[in-house]
């Protein structure tokens, strides 16, 4: 099958082996989350990593303690480049980075696939950023994982729920791709990031928009998933472009969330 190729090293990351761990061990060495059990998901934000890297990471090092238990991990991450309805999956048996390749858990895919609301979309993959930035974070910390690869377009909250629900129960870790409110003045940007928090962690599905969360609909679906699993929403970080890159006049805002 074929291997899905690296499309934002370079830009969104950095484009070398050498420069990409020295990066991803930095966020890292200075993460401090940590959690009394092991997150069933999380949600991280996938903006360029010298935006969101420092969030990421926090949401990521609360899998450090159970690195060798967790070997399958499915990626819902938005469309940003192709307008499409439901959820796509892909043909491609591999997603390479400068770190290496990560193979694709086939069988799980085509079985996902029978999902309503799912289909075969490889244009939806091409160039999309969202899922790619998360893997760096998943190979420097996990000694070996399978991925299950999910875009998600306009779809049905009852579909992604149920996609969602199928992955959990078959014990994958799910990770939820998104950022948070976008363009905004920082003050703007922190206000809408925090009534969204609180919605997040009270597990209010519906009442996150597009205009939230780039993710909007994945989150949803997970938050529907949670709710009927019982899992509590911690929220790990909030911050935004402003704080990180130090431009606040325009920012984009991420957090980073973990369901336990």
Request: charge should be negative; hydrophobic fraction near 40%.
């Amino acid at each position: 099958m074929d291997i899905r190729a690296p499309v934002v090293a370079g830009m969104f990351y950095p484009g070398t082996e050498r420069e990409l761990r020295h990066a991803v061990d930095g966020y890292m060495a200075e993460a401090t989350s940590a959690l009394e059990r092991r997150p069933q998901a999380l949600i991280v934000p996938h903006a360029g990593y010298q935006y969101s890297g420092p969030v990421a990471a926090n949401a990521y090092a609360t899998l450090l303690p159970w690195v060798n238990q967790i070997t399958r991990v499915a990626v819902l991450a938005p469309s940003h480049r192709v307008p499409f309805r439901g959820m796509a999956i892909n043909s491609a048996g591999g997603f390479r980075t400068p770190l290496g390749t990560v193979k694709v858990e086939r069988d799980t895919v085509d079985a996902v696939e029978k999902l309503p609301g799912v289909s075969t979309l490889d244009a939806a993959f091409a160039q999309e950023h969202a899922m790619e930035v998360q893997l760096p974070f998943l190979q420097s910390i996990l000694p070996d994982f399978t991925l299950v690869p999910l875009i998600v377009g306009d779809a049905d909250n009852k579909d992604v729920t149920r996609v969602i629900e199928y992955l959990a129960d078959d014990g994958l870790l799910i990770v939820v791709s998104s950022d948070l409110s976008h363009y905004h003045d920082y003050l703007t940007c922190r206000l809408r990031d925090r009534d969204t928090t609180v919605e997040i962690e009270r597990l209010h599905a519906d009442a996150i928009g597009p205009y939230d969360a780039c993710g909007a609909y994945p989150i949803r679906g997970l938050l529907t998933v949670a709710a009927k699993h019982g899992w509590r929403a911690k929220t790990l970080d909030l911050r935004n472009s402003g704080d990180t890159s130090g431009n606040k006049s325009q920012v984009v805002g991420y957090g980073a969330y973990a369901f336990i």
